[in-house]
């Protein structure tokens, strides 16, 4: 990201405020209701950023993507989130009315399993093809079932391992009927 901003800054010859910028992409991002850092939600807000110290007032240029965050297309909670006189000052732009204007075509389910040749298949094999390519789920299958680890499932094998670190007794026994788990603690076995 810190990269990006030099270059941005770079190509119009104003490298020399880096620092300038680092410090507007933490207002920024706090403006815009802390967006997790990592694309492409970053690149949204060290752009916004960048643009800001360039023009050299605050949110007078804002890109398409920052008005699509503003207006929840990047997720609801980010526009809920969002300094409300920074937001206002987003939204009140004509290229801000065209964003708002438009509605985003949602298919429905049934358009999405039929485009994905998916209707007649499970709703788990249907959001398996939905994330995953046919190679990565024909891998997947081939593996098996997944590899077993000690869990819960295992109370015994969780106690053993429990009462192994303790340091404070040399002897444990476990006693129940018949059954009897005796842990001593003592030079190694040879």
């Not at 000052?89 to 429905?108: G, S």
Request: positive net charge; glycine residues 6%.
């Amino acid at each position: 990201m810190i990269s990006n901003l030099r270059f941005q800054l770079r190509k119009v010859g104003m490298e020399q405020k880096i620092d300038q910028a680092l410090e507007e992409t933490m207002q920024v991002r706090s403006e815009l209701g802390y967006p997790i850092m990592v694309t492409p939600l970053s690149q949204f807000v060290g752009s916004q950023a960048a643009i800001n110290v360039i023009v050299g007032e605050r949110y007078k240029e804002v890109t398409d993507q920052i008005i699509q965050y503003a207006l929840g297309y990047w997720g609801k909670e980010g526009a809920e989130l969002m300094a409300p006189e920074v937001k206002a000052k987003i939204l009140d732009r004509p290229r801000a009315r065209e964003w708002a204007a438009r509605q985003p075509p949602e298919p429905t389910v049934q358009e999405l399993r039929k485009k994905m040749n998916a209707e007649d298949i499970s709703d788990e094999d249907f959001l398996l093809r939905w994330n995953l390519e046919a190679k990565e789920i024909a891998a997947m299958r081939a593996a098996g079932a997944p590899k077993e680890y000690f869990t819960a499932r295992q109370p015994l094998v969780n106690l053993i391992d429990a009462l192994s670190k303790r340091t404070d007794y040399r002897q444990i026994v476990v006693q129940k009927g018949q059954m009897v788990v005796s842990l001593n603690r003592g030079a190694p076995a040879a």
